[in-house]
């Protein structure tokens, strides 16, 4: 990480903490776990909340096309670094909210995975429920997969949410050495609708 990314992250903390909701960036471990399962061959990503783009670094160090990544991004500090750096990836200067009320971001085309970086446990429920409906609804494949980490104990969605969409969460693993611990779930659809479909 670079050292004024994280001078980036502090103010950004400073000027909205529970909007950055940690306070220190997720560190490279989280990172590859966050990614690892993410097959872009099957479509472009999404990643919600970059912020300083530790998850964005560990996606195009997989093998992901930069012009197949979409950054929404609401700070607009982060998404304007994110912009510099980054010239060929989509970056949305938005509240991942307004997901439901936009177009697919690769048009035809739905994301194969989205990588969510956002502080869920601090959001009002209306606008984590307005995330998952835009990401489920309007931005992803029908077989693809909502990543999420949280430094809480359970799975940052509420069961209600997740039975109203008929979501599953799987906890696929935690990270101990990560400022603070955290826990990444992989959400998806579940199983026998898919295979109803």
């Not at 912020?51 to 012009?67: C, D, I």
């Not at 980054?86 to 971001?105: C, F, H, I, K, S």
């Not at 826990?183 to 026998?192: A, H, K």
Request: one cysteine or more; hydrophobic letters at 45%; charged letters at 20%.
């Amino acid at each position: 990480m670079l050292l004024s990314d994280t001078f980036s992250f502090w103010r950004a903390w400073l000027r909205a903490p529970r909007s950055v909701g940690a306070v220190v960036p997720s560190g490279p471990s989280l990172a590859r776990l966050m990614t690892r399962h993410v097959n872009h061959r099957h479509g472009p990503v999404i990643e919600l909340g970059p912020g300083t783009g530790v998850f964005t670094r560990a996606l195009l160090a997989g093998g992901l096309p930069t012009h197949r990544l979409a950054l929404v991004e609401a700070d607009p500090v982060f998404a304007d670094a994110l912009s510099q750096r980054y010239p060929e990836a989509r970056v949305l200067r938005m509240d991942a909210a307004q997901l439901g009320e936009t177009l697919p971001l690769f048009g035809d085309e739905r994301a194969s995975a989205v990588i969510s970086g956002l502080p869920l446990l601090s959001m009002p429920p209306e606008q984590v429920a307005a995330i998952i409906r835009g990401v489920f609804e309007q931005q992803l494949h029908a077989d693809g997969a909502l990543y999420q980490f949280t430094y809480g104990t359970r799975c940052p969605l509420p069961r209600q949410l997740l039975d109203q969409l008929d979501l599953e969460a799987v906890r696929i693993g935690s990270v101990l050495f990560n400022l603070p611990p955290a826990t990444v779930y992989r959400i998806g659809r579940r199983q026998c609708k898919r295979v109803a479909a």
